[in-house]
């Protein structure tokens, strides 16, 4: 044989050889859904000021379906993942935290951009709504965790406590390295909470703090699970001779320039979120400062740190759900069986379609919630959690059917990105509260009389045009069933009973509010037009809703409608 192996006739060009995938996209301008968000929670911004948000989101959807894609795959290859350094080469403990130059670029990237300081920059005008600063945060978040997300994460909780509950002197000295323009502290920031003993019972801390005579405090103890190690982070300890938990500040170097008394154990093995470290750590007489009053520390930690942190779950969950519909959209325009391509079976084309309702309600609904945060309204008591939990289990979920959709290439981790997107989406699952301790406090906040009637007064809300509406007939009597059926749970079950399925609970408050989103997203349009693709989004989640993701589809339903059924994939 005199040939070429590359003549061999099994490698001659077939259906996906010219497939690459969505890079070089513009990964805003192909997202209609947040650009409905964002248009519509701008309203009434000044001209100047919506134009130039609209301009710096595109231009960050730019960003990250181009160099941020690019830069994110080559830092999350063996070899290129964070390291621990604990001696210079003088043998001088450093304890530092050194990554792979890909992984320094795309963080300088989004830092420099202002993802997360915007108003910090001396050329922006205008002020940094939620609106905007969660939409790039989403899109942060289609290339998964990166690395970048969560750091960002903790440095926008820092930066939010810090205007806050800083003092003075905190606000002076921290604020320029965590958010300044042109810091060369690229989202080194993190949260040191979790022991051994446990994560989400911070009361069982056994990290003890002690007041020094020049008003700092020593703390000394452990911590499990170190997020993010860089140059600031929040953490917690027990006061000295009390059960009581104080939240604080830790530089990294002391101001004395040395480095704090701290030991970098070793960096976690764990499933996702890799591009970033996390690490075990010894406190071994670090000087901290009380970040609020040393009294309050649990209600500050879950006002200000976890709060933030739930809200960048909420998002990087619809990032990276909405990052698996596109792969799995793009690649069914390309791959053929059996003689046609995969998007024309109808068992595919209703998962595609199932995996573009889920997720495009996850978005408006998390985008809600950000506003009403901003708004203070009640309701957003029960949403974070919720949100924070159905979000990030709805993210496994899409982009496990994702992964299907894509066959044997979708579980490769060089041919897309679903296999990375996946893991990180089971650690948004466990971070910040398992589903168990999150839905516990969903129904906490829900049997708050207050915050029940403002989640109604939302709903209510939302929903109150639809009748209005012939197309919207179906989905409008499923939400009043269920809408009645959470009410009567609340009102007449008992505490045992609600307590042994918080879970169901947690899945009815959300699924009502997610479908009255839906039915207020199409009223709004069928006041001036004759239809609205969201008639068919309400309806498709409203079967959804009322029969189960696995359950035989209506006949009658939009799923048996090969115009609706195309038309929500191609949404």
């Not at 801390?205 to 008003?215: F, L």
Request: glycine residues 8%.
């Amino acid at each position: 044989m005199n040939h070429h192996i590359s003549d061999h006739p099994s490698l001659k060009p077939y259906d996906i050889s010219n497939y690459s995938g969505l890079r070089g996209k513009n990964f805003y301008e192909i997202d209609r859904a947040l650009q409905r968000a964002v248009a519509r929670y701008s309203e009434n911004f000044a001209p100047d000021h919506k134009a130039a948000m609209e301009a710096h989101i595109k231009g960050y959807g730019e960003l990250v379906g181009g160099v941020l894609d690019e830069l994110t795959e080559k830092s999350h290859k063996e070899g290129k993942y964070g390291e621990v350094v604990k001696f210079d080469r003088t043998g001088k403990r450093i304890d530092q935290i050194v990554y792979s130059t890909e992984q320094t670029q795309s963080r300088k990237i989004s830092y420099d951009y202002g993802v997360v300081n915007l108003d910090f920059h001396s050329s922006w005008k205008h002020p940094f709504p939620n609106i905007h600063r969660y939409a790039l945060t989403y899109l942060m978040n289609l290339n998964g965790e990166g690395g970048v997300a969560c750091p960002l994460a903790m440095t926008d909780g820092i930066i939010y406590a810090l205007k806050q509950i800083g003092t003075d002197r905190q606000k002076e000295k921290y604020l320029p390295l965590v958010a300044g323009e042109g810091s060369a502290s690229h989202f080194m920031a993190g949260q040191y909470v979790t022991e051994r003993v446990g994560g989400s019972n911070v009361l069982a801390n056994r990290t003890v703090a002690k007041k020094a005579e020049n008003g700092k405090w020593i703390l000394v103890g452990e911590k499990w699970f170190c997020s993010n190690p860089g140059d600031l982070w929040v953490t917690t300890a027990k006061i000295e001779g009390t059960n009581t938990i104080g939240m604080f500040l830790v530089p990294r170097i002391k101001e004395d320039g040395e480095l704090n008394g701290h030991h970098i154990l070793r960096k976690k093995d764990i499933i996702g979120s890799r591009g970033k470290l996390t690490v075990e750590i010894i406190y071994d007489n670090v000087e901290a400062e009380e970040f609020g009053r040393p009294s309050h520390g649990i209600v500050n930690l879950i006002k200000y740190i976890i709060k933030i942190s739930r809200i960048h779950v909420g998002l990087g969950a619809c990032g990276n759900a909405r990052r698996g519909v596109m792969e799995a959209i793009e690649y069914a325009k390309w791959r053929t069986a059996y003689g046609k391509k995969v998007n024309q079976f109808s068992s595919y084309a209703r998962s595609l379609a199932e995996m573009q309702i889920f997720q495009t309600a996850m978005t408006f609904v998390n985008f809600r919630s950000v506003d009403l945060v901003e708004k203070e309204h009640l309701a957003a008591e029960v949403l974070i959690p919720l949100l924070k939990y159905k979000s990030s289990s709805q993210a496994s979920w899409i982009t496990q059917k994702a992964i299907l959709c894509l066959g044997g290439n979708g579980i490769i981790g060089d041919f897309s990105p679903l296999p990375r997107l996946h893991n990180d989406s089971i650690i948004n699952e466990t971070w910040e509260g398992t589903h168990l301790i999150v839905t516990d406090h969903c129904l906490h906040a829900l049997q708050k009389n207050k915050v029940f009637s403002a989640y109604c007064e939302l709903v209510e809300t939302l929903s109150k045009d639809a009748k209005s509406y012939p197309a919207l007939n179906y989905a409008n009597s499923v939400f009043e069933s269920k809408f009645s059926e959470l009410k009567n749970i609340l009102e007449n079950e008992s505490k045992e009973w609600r307590e042994i399925n918080r879970v169901y609970i947690a899945d009815l408050t959300y699924g009502v509010v997610a479908l009255a989103e839906y039915l207020e997203q199409a009223s709004f349009d069928l006041k001036t037009k004759k239809e609205s693709i969201y008639s068919d989004f309400a309806n498709g989640y409203a079967e959804l809703f009322q029969l189960g993701a696995d359950a035989p589809r209506k006949k009658d339903g939009v799923f048996l409608n090969p115009e609706s059924l195309e038309a929500i994939i191609q949404y």
